[in-house]
């Protein structure tokens, strides 16, 4: 499963969930940082 995190969710978290979710992304390394809901 893929999931997109909030650009306010700590990267820790993701780190800790990356063995289950390898292909989850962060906005923030996205780069859609401040983006609107609509472009994201």
């Known amino acids: 499963m893929k ?3 909030d650009q306010n969710i700590s ?3 993701i780190k ?3 063995d289950d979710f390898s292909e989850s ?3 923030r ?4 940082e401040n ?5 994201i």
């Not at 983006?35 to 472009?39: E, G």
């Open 11 to 13: 990267f820790k978290i």
């Open 3 to 5: 999931l997109l995190f």
């Open 25 to 27: 992304g962060q906005v």
């Open 16 to 18: 800790l969930l990356n």
């Open 29 to 32: 390394e996205l780069g859609l």
């Open 35 to 39: 983006s609107s809901d609509l472009n």
